[in-house]
């Protein structure tokens, strides 16, 4: 029984992210190319997440700085302090909305992006973030999801989704189980750091 759950999970992970690419390659093509304009006119990516979501944004800024599958000259990220204790956090109730958001305001300047992460579109403190990053003339990338975070399991990104503008670039996962919706926004990540390393440094096949 318990093998058929977990030979389950791999197959519903597998169905989703087989549905889904179809759909979300267009808007993930443009975060890249919104990363890429980004840094190499000299702006800095801020990337955050609700609860769990922020260590995805820990992990694409490490990447970023750091390297994803080659080696390449640093690339300026900065993932913002979260608190990804909160089981609140993805909801609109979260215990410190504007945590995000203060950091937002103090390192955000014209022409950097803010990578969002919310599984729901629901998190107060992802809301709050975005507003403050349009106020700082930045571009917003949302990673966003139908999870119920607010007990209506609103469609189409919550209330992320809703703020964000035309300029901004939303990857909407068609789902409304959290944990499949991290799951393809790990994926998406990982496409975006790839994305910018082959335009910088070229399609060659990685060796591993």
Do not use: W
Request: hydrophobic share 45%.
């Amino acid at each position: 029984m318990l093998e058929q759950r977990i030979q389950q999970h791999f197959i519903d992970s597998a169905d989703l992210k087989y549905q889904a690419g179809p759909a979300l390659s267009k808007p993930i093509s443009q975060a890249m190319q919104a990363l890429l304009a980004c840094v190499t006119s000299g702006g800095k990516i801020l990337a955050c997440g609700a609860g769990v979501s922020g260590l995805l944004a820990a992990q694409f800024a490490a990447q970023f700085v750091g390297r994803f599958e080659r080696e390449r000259p640093e690339l300026g990220a900065i993932a913002l302090a979260g608190d990804s204790a909160d089981p609140l956090a993805d909801t609109p109730e979260a215990a410190d909305a504007d945590r995000l958001a203060r950091q937002v305001r103090a390192l955000g300047q014209a022409g950097d992006v803010l990578l969002a992460i919310s599984a729901s579109g629901q998190s107060a403190a992802v809301l709050a973030a975005v507003e403050a990053a349009h106020a700082r003339d930045m571009t917003v990338v949302a990673l966003l999801g139908n999870a119920p975070g607010d007990g209506r399991g609103e469609r189409n990104g919550g209330a992320v989704g809703r703020a964000l503008r035309e300029t901004d670039v939303q990857v909407c996962v068609p789902h409304e189980r959290a944990a499949r919706i991290h799951e393809v926004h790990l994926l998406a990540l990982h496409c975006m750091c790839d994305g910018v390393d082959a335009q910088l440094l070229g399609e060659q096949e990685v060796s591993l």
